[in-house]
């Protein structure tokens, strides 16, 4: 059973461009989890998804920034006008069902904005 | 506001010693986790710990749980080079959402 899945693992991007980050969970998980990294600092939540439905996107900013997770295929992060501030490395994780605590981290988009 | 905090935040130790870090949080979750990362990488997985004075072991590495003071800690039984990472706590807020709030991350430096 392969991992959770997330590419590019490295993404370079100048400043007003968009950015794309794809994360395809364990096989099975319907839940899906995206989180920020900032240098030398934890991991802080975003955004919480299931199939078809953003659950809870309150750690996610208002402008700029969106996430989905269709039917089919993978879930989405996607970041309008980078700036250099968004500059992190972003993590998915993905989740078994409803009542799990069990997250699954996948390794992780380095995006570095120029 | 949920608030995890963790110390010390930086951690260099010598080989063959032993030590503690602390976690303490706000929320009244009872689920706690402990995540390793090496530097560049992802999380991994080190302990969850589900109840008021649960105790975990993992080679090294023993992780408990008190609730009531609302405080985690993980303890590193004679150090070696390998366990050299940032470890991180985390708790959930409780309800069905799961989502993790994390601590600020513990940097450890096992010296020869």
């Known amino acids: 059973n392969a991992g959770v899945m997330q590419n590019p693992r490295h993404l370079v991007r100048r400043r007003g461009q968009e950015a794309r980050l794809r994360c395809s969970p364990m096989?099975?998980?319907?839940?899906v989890y995206w989180y920020r990294q900032l240098p030398e600092e934890g991991l802080k939540f975003m955004v919480y998804?299931?199939?078809?439905?953003?659950?809870?996107e309150s750690g996610m900013p208002k402008e700029r920034f969106s996430a989905e997770f269709p039917k089919e295929g993978p879930s989405i992060l996607r970041i309008q006008q980078v700036v250099r501030g968004d500059s992190a490395a972003y993590f998915c994780?993905?989740?078994?069902?409803?009542?799990?605590?069990?997250?699954?981290f996948g390794p992780g988009t380095r995006l570095t904005v120029t | 506001e949920l608030k995890v905090e963790q110390n010390p935040l930086f951690l260099s130790m010598q080989e063959g010693k032993n030590y503690t870090i602390y976690c303490n949080y706000s929320t009244t979750s009872d689920r706690l986790y402990w995540y390793r990362q090496d530097p560049g990488k992802s999380l991994e997985s080190l302990f969850v710990?589900?109840?008021?004075?649960a105790v975990k072991q993992e080679g090294r590495l023993m992780a408990s749980l008190d609730t009531k003071a609302r405080l985690s800690t993980l303890h590193i039984t004679a150090a070696v080079h390998d366990l050299s990472a940032t470890y991180f706590c985390?708790?959930?807020?409780?309800?069905?959402?799961?989502?993790?709030?994390f601590g600020s991350g513990t940097r450890l430096l096992v010296r020869p």
């Open positions: 096989k099975g998980h319907s839940h």
């Open positions: 998804l299931q199939k078809e439905n953003i659950i809870d």
């Open positions: 994780a993905s989740s078994p069902r409803t009542g799990s605590y069990e997250q699954y």
């Open positions: 985390a708790v959930d807020r409780g309800d069905s959402s799961y989502k993790l709030i």
């Open positions: 710990l589900l109840s008021n004075g």
